[in-house]
Protein backbone atom coordinates (compact mmCIF):
# COMPACT_ATOMS: atom_id res chain seq x y z
CA UNK A 1 0.00 0.00 0.00
CA UNK A 2 1.85 3.40 -1.06
CA UNK A 3 -0.79 5.67 0.17
CA UNK A 4 -2.21 6.66 -3.15
CA UNK A 5 -5.06 4.13 -4.14
CA UNK A 6 -6.42 3.77 -7.38
CA UNK A 7 -10.16 2.61 -8.47
CA UNK A 8 -11.11 0.11 -9.93
CA UNK A 9 -7.85 -2.01 -10.57
CA UNK A 10 -9.03 -3.19 -14.13
CA UNK A 11 -11.66 -2.08 -16.66
CA UNK A 12 -13.17 -2.97 -19.82
CA UNK A 13 -15.69 -0.66 -21.23
CA UNK A 14 -16.89 -0.25 -24.82
CA UNK A 15 -16.24 2.58 -27.32
CA UNK A 16 -19.49 3.90 -25.93
CA UNK A 17 -19.47 3.76 -22.63
CA UNK A 18 -18.61 6.23 -20.20
CA UNK A 19 -16.80 5.75 -17.17
CA UNK A 20 -14.32 7.29 -14.07
CA UNK A 21 -11.41 6.34 -12.76
CA UNK A 22 -10.57 7.31 -9.20
CA UNK A 23 -7.25 7.80 -7.66
CA UNK A 24 -7.28 9.28 -3.74
CA UNK A 25 -4.21 9.87 -1.71
CA UNK A 26 -4.63 10.80 2.36
CA UNK A 27 0.14 11.66 2.19
CA UNK A 28 -1.38 15.68 2.30
CA UNK A 29 0.78 16.33 -1.01
CA UNK A 30 -0.65 19.26 -3.00
CA UNK A 31 -0.17 18.01 -6.68
CA UNK A 32 -1.56 15.10 -8.60
CA UNK A 33 -0.55 13.62 -11.60
CA UNK A 34 -2.30 11.15 -14.15
CA UNK A 35 0.26 8.99 -16.12
CA UNK A 36 -0.53 6.69 -19.33
CA UNK A 37 1.44 3.41 -19.47
CA UNK A 38 1.26 1.98 -22.77
CA UNK A 39 2.96 -1.36 -23.99
CA UNK A 40 6.48 -0.66 -25.61
CA UNK A 41 6.07 2.98 -24.64
CA UNK A 42 7.32 5.72 -22.04
CA UNK A 43 5.08 7.08 -19.64
CA UNK A 44 3.18 9.39 -20.59
CA UNK A 45 2.24 12.75 -18.45
CA UNK A 46 -1.84 13.21 -19.25
CA UNK A 47 -2.74 15.92 -16.51
CA UNK A 48 -1.03 17.73 -13.32
CA UNK A 49 -3.04 19.57 -10.82
CA UNK A 50 -1.96 21.95 -8.08
CA UNK A 51 -3.60 22.65 -5.36
CA UNK A 52 -6.77 21.79 -7.09
CA UNK A 53 -5.90 23.89 -10.25
CA UNK A 54 -5.23 22.16 -13.43
CA UNK A 55 -1.60 23.36 -14.24
CA UNK A 56 -1.04 20.98 -17.51
CA UNK A 57 -2.73 19.67 -20.33
CA UNK A 58 -0.22 17.32 -22.35
CA UNK A 59 -2.30 17.42 -25.15
CA UNK A 60 -4.47 14.64 -24.15
CA UNK A 61 -7.68 14.30 -26.09
CA UNK A 62 -10.67 15.70 -25.35
CA UNK A 63 -12.26 12.31 -24.76
CA UNK A 64 -10.54 11.95 -21.81
CA UNK A 65 -11.71 14.73 -18.97
CA UNK A 66 -9.93 15.41 -15.73
CA UNK A 67 -11.52 16.32 -12.27
CA UNK A 68 -10.06 17.58 -9.08
CA UNK A 69 -12.19 18.30 -6.56
CA UNK A 70 -10.06 19.21 -3.56
CA UNK A 71 -6.28 17.95 -3.00
CA UNK A 72 -6.95 14.29 -2.27
CA UNK A 73 -8.97 13.13 -4.91
CA UNK A 74 -8.38 13.39 -8.92
CA UNK A 75 -10.65 11.47 -11.20
CA UNK A 76 -10.30 10.74 -14.48
CA UNK A 77 -13.93 10.34 -16.95
CA UNK A 78 -13.59 8.45 -20.12
CA UNK A 79 -16.34 8.56 -22.78
CA UNK A 80 -16.24 7.26 -26.12
CA UNK A 81 -12.71 6.13 -26.01
CA UNK A 82 -10.97 4.31 -28.98
CA UNK A 83 -8.85 1.23 -28.77
CA UNK A 84 -5.71 2.54 -28.71
CA UNK A 85 -6.44 4.05 -25.25
CA UNK A 86 -6.47 0.66 -23.63
CA UNK A 87 -3.38 1.20 -21.47
CA UNK A 88 -2.61 1.26 -17.74
CA UNK A 89 -3.52 4.42 -16.36
CA UNK A 90 -1.39 5.78 -13.17
CA UNK A 91 -2.03 7.99 -10.82
CA UNK A 92 0.84 9.93 -8.82
CA UNK A 93 1.11 12.38 -5.72
CA UNK A 94 4.20 14.90 -4.60
CA UNK A 95 4.90 17.14 -2.06
CA UNK A 96 5.05 21.02 -2.13
CA UNK A 97 6.06 22.42 -5.97
CA UNK A 98 10.14 23.38 -5.74
CA UNK A 99 10.52 20.36 -3.71
CA UNK A 100 11.98 17.30 -5.76
CA UNK A 101 10.97 14.42 -3.78
CA UNK A 102 9.77 12.87 -6.24
CA UNK A 103 6.41 10.83 -6.81
CA UNK A 104 4.21 8.31 -4.82
CA UNK A 105 2.55 6.30 -7.29
CA UNK A 106 -0.65 4.39 -7.57
CA UNK A 107 -1.24 0.82 -8.16
CA UNK A 108 -2.75 1.72 -11.79
CA UNK A 109 -5.97 1.37 -13.29
CA UNK A 110 -5.41 -1.35 -16.43
CA UNK A 111 -7.83 -0.27 -19.23
CA UNK A 112 -9.38 -2.44 -22.21
CA UNK A 113 -11.16 -1.41 -24.78
CA UNK A 114 -13.09 -2.81 -26.77
CA UNK B 1 16.36 19.63 -23.44
CA UNK B 2 16.14 16.97 -20.82
CA UNK B 3 16.12 13.68 -21.62
CA UNK B 4 16.78 10.09 -20.07
CA UNK B 5 17.88 6.90 -22.17
CA UNK B 6 17.95 3.88 -21.20
CA UNK B 7 19.29 2.14 -23.83
CA UNK B 8 18.32 -1.74 -22.41
CA UNK B 9 14.85 -2.56 -23.35
CA UNK B 10 15.35 -6.18 -21.91
CA UNK B 11 17.76 -7.88 -19.74
CA UNK B 12 17.70 -11.79 -18.52
CA UNK B 13 19.91 -13.12 -16.07
CA UNK B 14 19.78 -16.41 -13.22
CA UNK B 15 19.70 -15.72 -9.91
CA UNK B 16 22.90 -14.73 -8.11
CA UNK B 17 24.04 -13.19 -11.65
CA UNK B 18 24.89 -9.45 -10.52
CA UNK B 19 23.06 -7.05 -13.10
CA UNK B 20 23.68 -2.98 -14.00
CA UNK B 21 20.82 -1.11 -15.34
CA UNK B 22 22.35 1.91 -17.46
CA UNK B 23 20.59 5.50 -17.63
CA UNK B 24 21.90 8.06 -19.03
CA UNK B 25 20.69 11.92 -18.78
CA UNK B 26 20.77 15.30 -20.31
CA UNK B 27 19.95 18.49 -18.89
CA UNK B 28 20.82 22.21 -19.36
CA UNK B 29 21.03 22.53 -15.70
CA UNK B 30 23.58 22.23 -12.87
CA UNK B 31 20.87 21.65 -10.48
CA UNK B 32 18.84 18.00 -11.05
CA UNK B 33 18.16 15.21 -9.22
CA UNK B 34 17.55 11.62 -10.33
CA UNK B 35 15.66 8.96 -9.11
CA UNK B 36 14.76 5.15 -9.65
CA UNK B 37 11.52 3.48 -9.51
CA UNK B 38 10.86 -0.11 -9.56
CA UNK B 39 7.44 -1.30 -11.29
CA UNK B 40 6.71 -4.91 -10.52
CA UNK B 41 3.96 -6.88 -11.97
CA UNK B 42 1.38 -5.35 -9.78
CA UNK B 43 1.84 -1.53 -11.77
CA UNK B 44 3.06 0.49 -9.19
CA UNK B 45 5.81 2.53 -9.61
CA UNK B 46 8.13 1.99 -6.12
CA UNK B 47 10.73 4.77 -5.36
CA UNK B 48 14.04 2.98 -5.08
CA UNK B 49 16.51 6.43 -4.77
CA UNK B 50 16.84 10.11 -5.47
CA UNK B 51 20.19 12.14 -5.50
CA UNK B 52 20.80 15.46 -5.93
CA UNK B 53 23.57 16.62 -8.81
CA UNK B 54 25.90 17.51 -5.86
CA UNK B 55 26.27 14.49 -4.25
CA UNK B 56 28.55 11.99 -6.32
CA UNK B 57 28.90 9.82 -3.74
CA UNK B 58 27.66 6.13 -4.71
CA UNK B 59 25.19 4.57 -2.59
CA UNK B 60 24.44 0.85 -1.46
CA UNK B 61 21.27 -0.25 0.15
CA UNK B 62 21.48 -3.92 0.51
CA UNK B 63 22.19 -5.73 -2.75
CA UNK B 64 20.66 -2.48 -4.56
CA UNK B 65 23.76 0.21 -5.42
CA UNK B 66 24.08 3.19 -7.43
CA UNK B 67 26.89 4.78 -9.49
CA UNK B 68 26.59 8.52 -10.17
CA UNK B 69 28.83 9.47 -12.64
CA UNK B 70 28.41 13.32 -14.11
CA UNK B 71 31.15 13.21 -16.10
CA UNK B 72 29.70 10.79 -18.21
CA UNK B 73 25.86 12.01 -17.40
CA UNK B 74 25.43 8.18 -16.26
CA UNK B 75 22.98 6.75 -13.25
CA UNK B 76 23.59 3.56 -13.17
CA UNK B 77 21.84 1.09 -11.32
CA UNK B 78 23.44 -2.65 -10.44
CA UNK B 79 21.64 -5.30 -8.20
CA UNK B 80 24.21 -8.01 -6.65
CA UNK B 81 22.96 -11.52 -6.15
CA UNK B 82 19.59 -11.10 -8.16
CA UNK B 83 17.00 -13.02 -7.08
CA UNK B 84 13.32 -13.51 -8.45
CA UNK B 85 11.79 -11.15 -6.41
CA UNK B 86 13.73 -8.51 -8.69
CA UNK B 87 11.98 -9.21 -11.55
CA UNK B 88 10.50 -5.84 -12.74
CA UNK B 89 10.60 -2.69 -15.17
CA UNK B 90 12.56 -0.66 -13.66
CA UNK B 91 12.55 3.39 -14.62
CA UNK B 92 15.22 6.06 -14.79
CA UNK B 93 14.00 9.49 -14.24
CA UNK B 94 15.29 13.17 -14.08
CA UNK B 95 13.49 16.23 -12.19
CA UNK B 96 16.26 19.47 -13.18
CA UNK B 97 15.83 22.98 -11.83
CA UNK B 98 13.33 24.09 -14.98
CA UNK B 99 11.23 21.02 -13.86
CA UNK B 100 10.89 21.58 -10.30
CA UNK B 101 11.13 25.32 -9.94
CA UNK B 102 7.37 25.27 -11.56
CA UNK B 103 4.65 25.27 -9.85
CA UNK B 104 5.17 21.22 -9.96
CA UNK B 105 7.38 18.70 -9.50
CA UNK B 106 7.85 17.24 -13.35
CA UNK B 107 9.82 14.03 -13.85
CA UNK B 108 11.29 13.19 -16.68
CA UNK B 109 11.00 9.08 -17.68
CA UNK B 110 13.17 7.00 -19.19
CA UNK B 111 11.21 3.75 -21.30
CA UNK B 112 12.48 1.53 -18.84
CA UNK B 113 14.19 -1.67 -18.29
CA UNK B 114 12.31 -4.86 -17.91
CA UNK B 115 14.50 -7.35 -16.11
CA UNK B 116 13.60 -11.17 -15.96
CA UNK B 117 15.73 -13.10 -13.18
CA UNK B 118 15.19 -16.91 -13.58
CA UNK B 119 15.12 -19.38 -11.00
Known amino acids: ETGVTQTPRHLVMGMTNKKSLKCEQHLGHNAMYWYKQSAKKPLELMFV???????ENNSVPSRFSPECPNSSHLFLHLHTLQPEDSALYLC?????????????FGSGTRLTVV | AQKVTQAQTEISVVEKEDVTLDCVYE???????LFWYKQPPSGELVFLIR??????QNEISGRYSWNFQKSTSSFNFTITASQVVDSAVYFCALSDAASFSGSYNKLIFGAGTRLAVHP
Open chain 2, 51 to 56: RNSFDE
Open chain 1, 92 to 104: ASSRDPGVPYGYT
Open chain 2, 27 to 33: TRDTTYY
Open chain 1, 49 to 55: YNFKEQT
